[in-house]
């Protein structure tokens, strides 16, 4: 059975515009995360980790006519740079998958200088598709905030079954008043930088990034700090479409099916990137669900400190944010975390230290009960 | 092909009209969001939860209902049945509310009940706890029916042991349109799973 | 207080979409939550939503939805006390 690996990527964000600068960031302990005063998108100060738009104006290379949106942007940068160092020729073996979940939902907006058809995902997979002449049908894939690790399932996949050598996949979400003023009616929003697992968590900040990656069963040119992608699954709790289960039912049956297609046990995971949003119940079922697997002696830390929850994207930014963790030997802390705040004992990570580290967890958990689990494991 | 696997039963749902299998189990002289509840009500769903979905939901909902309670599939068996679906334009019917809602800053009140049905995926969720399907969900956008991607997913999903079930389709709602195509991918069966009999299943969407 | 019990019941079957009970099933002491009316984690969500739109009342802890919809009882007292519209 061939492997199939990730490899080359990019980080768009407020932390920098490469996935190894950023990383570099987030190892030194820097958050993204600063309050925003913009009442266009939200009537009181909030937190959140935003893409500089004089900057992305200035990294965007547009070489065509057309007018682009923040997110296309964002996008075409991120695999723009991706693109580049894969060197991989775009043929009919090449796929391409978008992740999101609202896309250019802010064309719905009165105020927006964009069609509102443009807020139909499949024009937006197409814009980023056709900027790079991309042979193949982009793919894309919503399914909340598991989407973006997911991503990496699918193409993973699709490479098995044989439709493609190599995938690329994108991820993004725009910081945007549709998904301030829904988070903030379900009560869910941070006035404060979040505190993932902390006792005095109360809640979410929402940040944007682009990231991409190339996912490949070519095991020749791997970028340095390439993984393998040994299992993966993605599990429901057929328990409520906004409330995480409270027995961990989806992610802890994600967890145990990805382990068993690795050949792993619980014991073979150097450390966990969890999803820890810093919501009660979010964090909680989280623990729950590790304490089920006998995982909860693992290090594990939750990213949301550094770049607030970035919805589709989130999944596939902490992944490679992991990958570099991996290939620098470090366990990186969770900005934001204090005190223990969740009822089952758990390892949060509270300092980044150095430590020798082959395999890891990515896990998320989205509305719609959804719940997505990828183990990977060093090449180099 | 590796696996064997065939199709033991689909669904359609367009112009009013709810098949199975091909045959007419229900139609109505109504508008969209009337004729999904008078389909509830004809076809004796019971599932009270149904009134709080939004139109996707309710759509999705139905057309699994129908295929699944033919396959005599109960929640009590907790089957490992994956759901892969996908549409054109997303939840949009309901973006489109939920931006009306803040559109005029006077009146800036957001709905909760409205803001969760703005993600495509909840209608897997909400098929998932009606039947207690604690599987594999994945959930795509494409301009029309890409038959070919829904086939090999679903193909790496049965080689990988990841489901012994596949329920896959399209359900898309936009407006005033709507359509639903699902079919059921099983062991048993006596249609092939193959791109071509899918084609030839889905077309028949627009016979209707 | 009779007419705002009426109005709540009204409204809640309305907004909440509780097609199969009348504002009629709904007795003034009956559990909102739980065994009663079974409303879930998002119907709290959105009385509060309610209670802003409709009475001009802001709750800013979640925490306190619970002791005030528990039932049309506690809800209309609530209201009665506190509407600004």
């Known amino acids: 059975m061939s492997k199939v690996y990730l490899s080359y990527s990019n980080i768009i964000s407020s932390l920098g515009f490469n996935s190894a600068s950023v990383a570099k960031e987030v190892m030194l302990g820097n958050s993204g995360l600063k309050q925003i005063k913009d009442t266009s998108v939200m009537p009181e100060p909030f937190m959140s980790s935003l893409v500089d738009d004089d900057a992305l104006t200035a990294a965007f290379n547009n070489k065509t006519e057309k007018k682009y949106t923040k997110l296309e942007k964002m996008f075409i940068t991120s695999l723009q740079d991706t693109l580049g160092r894969s060197n991989i020729a775009l043929t009919d073996r090449v796929g391409l998958i978008i992740s999101t979940t609202k896309g250019n939902i802010d064309a719905l907006d009165a105020e927006n200088d964009f069609p509102k058809e443009r807020a139909y995902l499949d024009v937006l997979a197409k814009n980023v598709a056709h900027y790079f002449d991309f042979k193949t049908e982009p793919i894309v894939l919503s399914n909340a905030c598991v989407s973006g690790v997911l991503s990496v399932a699918v193409a993973k996949?699709?490479?098995?079954?044989?439709?493609?050598?190599?995938?690329?996949?994108?991820?993004?979400?725009?910081?945007?008043?549709?998904?301030?003023?829904?988070?903030?009616?379900?009560?869910?929003?941070?006035?404060?930088?979040?505190?993932?697992?902390?006792?005095?968590?109360?809640?979410?900040?929402?940040?944007?990034?682009?990231?991409?990656?190339?996912?490949?069963?070519?095991?020749?040119?791997?970028?340095?700090?390439?993984?393998?992608?040994?299992?993966?699954a993605s599990c429901n709790d057929a328990n409520h479409i906004s409330g995480p289960s409270r027995t961990g039912e989806g992610l802890y049956r994600s967890i145990e099916s990805a382990l068993a297609q690795s050949n792993l046990t619980s014991e073979d995971i150097d450390y966990i990137s969890a999803h820890g949003t810093a919501t009660m119940y979010n964090d909680e079922m989280e623990a729950i669900a590790l304490n089920r697997l006998g995982l909860e002696k693992t290090p594990m830390n939750s990213l949301k400190g550094y770049f607030g929850h970035t919805l589709g994207a989130s999944g596939l930014l902490e992944t490679i944010i992991g990958m570099y963790a991996l290939n620098q030997n470090v366990l990186i802390k969770t900005l934001g975390f204090a005190e223990m705040g969740v009822t089952q004992p758990i390892n949060v990570i509270e300092n980044t230290v150095e430590k020798p580290l082959s395999t890891f967890l990515k896990t998320a958990s989205g509305f719609g009960g959804c719940n997505t689990a990828v183990i990977f494991k060093k090449v180099k | 092909?590796?696996?064997?696997?065939?199709?033991?039963?689909?669904?359609?749902?367009?112009?009013?009209?709810?098949?199975?299998?091909?045959?007419?189990?229900?139609?109505?002289?109504?508008?969209?969001?009337?004729?999904?509840?008078?389909?509830?009500?004809?076809?004796?769903?019971?599932?009270?939860?149904?009134?709080?979905?939004?139109?996707?939901?309710?759509?999705?909902?139905?057309?699994?209902?129908?295929?699944?309670?033919?396959?005599?599939?109960?929640?009590?068996?907790?089957?490992?049945?994956?759901?892969?679906?996908?549409?054109?334009?997303?939840?949009?019917?309901?973006?489109?509310?939920?931006?009306?809602?803040?559109?005029?800053?006077?009146?800036?009140?957001?709905?909760?009940?409205?803001?969760?049905?703005?993600?495509?995926?909840?209608?897997?969720?909400?098929?998932?706890?009606?039947?207690?399907?604690?599987?594999?969900?994945?959930?795509?956008?494409?301009?029309?029916?890409?038959?070919?991607?829904?086939?090999?997913?679903t193909n790496s999903l049965i080689d990988d042991k990841k489901a012994d079930k596949i329920l896959c389709g399209w359900v898309n709602v936009d407006d005033e349109d709507y359509e639903a195509f699902l079919y059921l991918v099983t062991p048993n069966g006596n249609l092939q799973h193959t791109e071509q009999q899918i084609n030839t299943l889905y077309n028949e969407l627009w016979k209707l | 207080m009779e007419a705002l019990k009426q109005e709540l019941k009204e409204s809640l079957v309305e907004q909440l979409n509780l097609e199969d009970i009348t504002p009629a099933e709904i007795a003034d002491d009956d559990m909102l939550f739980g065994d009663g009316l079974g409303l879930d984690s998002i119907d709290a969500l959105e009385l509060i939503v309610m209670l802003d739109k409709t009475y001009g009342i802001k709750l800013t802890d979640p925490k306190q939805g619970r002791a005030i919809f528990e039932s049309i009882n506690t809800m209309s007292a609530y209201i009665a006390e506190h509407r600004t519209k």
């Open chain 1, 157 to 232: 996949r699709y490479i098995k079954s044989n439709m493609f050598d190599h995938v690329f996949i994108v991820a993004g979400d725009l910081v945007s008043e549709f998904i301030l003023s829904g988070f903030n009616s379900f009560q869910a929003l941070s006035s404060e930088i979040c505190k993932p697992y902390d006792k005095n968590r109360i809640g979410i900040n929402i940040g944007e990034v682009a990231v991409s990656a190339l996912v490949t069963k070519n095991e020749d040119d791997l970028s340095d700090e390439a993984v393998e992608i040994l299992g993966e």
């Open chain 2, 1 to 153: 092909m590796k696996n064997q696997f065939k199709i033991s039963s689909y669904c359609h749902v367009k112009q009013n009209k709810i098949s199975l299998n091909g045959t007419v189990l229900f139609s109505a002289e109504a508008e969209e969001s009337k004729f999904l509840k008078q389909a509830y009500k004809a076809l004796d769903v019971n599932y009270s939860k149904f009134f709080k979905m939004d139109k996707l939901s309710q759509l999705a909902f139905l057309a699994a209902d129908v295929l699944l309670q033919h396959e005599n599939i109960s929640e009590e068996n907790q089957e490992n049945i994956a759901l892969v679906m996908g549409n054109k334009a997303s939840s949009l019917d309901t973006d489109r509310k939920h931006q009306d809602s803040i559109q005029d800053k006077a009146s800036y009140y957001p709905s909760p009940a409205v803001f969760v049905y703005t993600l495509p995926n909840i209608m897997l969720g909400e098929i998932s706890i009606k039947y207690k399907l604690y599987s594999e969900n994945s959930f795509f956008v494409f301009e029309n029916f890409k038959t070919n991607y829904f086939y090999n997913y």
